[in-house]
């Protein structure tokens, strides 16, 4: 039931903030649950980033505290992701996904696409 739609540009600037931003619909980012934000390098395996609780409290991955801020806009049911001073390592697919009763990734976005060129 619930469904998530990541959207933001798909090129990005070394050196520029990376911005993405998840839809959700069927349920309420204020309501219950953890929403999160995971990447998938080229060739590489899932890089589960960070996350924003129901109540606003967020936490991130250690090793990419220093460059990420995951934000929300409840009035729009959405969270956002923010990934500064990017470079072409952060070439990516980036998905969001909400952890929901038992611990789970139950639903996942279809992921989108962002390359970090110049």
């Known amino acids: 039931q619930v469904q998530l739609q990541e959207s933001g540009p798909d090129l990005v600037k070394p050196s520029q903030t990376l911005s993405l931003t998840c839809t959700v619909s069927?349920?309420?980012?204020?309501?219950?649950?953890?929403w999160n934000w995971i990447r998938q390098p080229p060739g590489k395996g899932l890089e589960w980033m960070g996350v924003i609780a129901y109540d606003g409290k967020t936490a991130y991955s250690p090793s990419l505290k220093s460059h990420t801020s995951i934000s929300r806009d409840t009035s729009k049911n959405q969270f956002s992701l923010q990934l500064f001073s990017v470079t072409p390592e952060d070439t990516a697919v980036y998905y969001c996904a909400v952890i929901g009763d038992g611990g789970n990734f139950n639903f996942w976005g279809q992921g989108t696409q962002v390359t970090v060129s110049s």
């Open positions: 069927g349920g309420s980012i204020t309501s219950n649950y953890l």
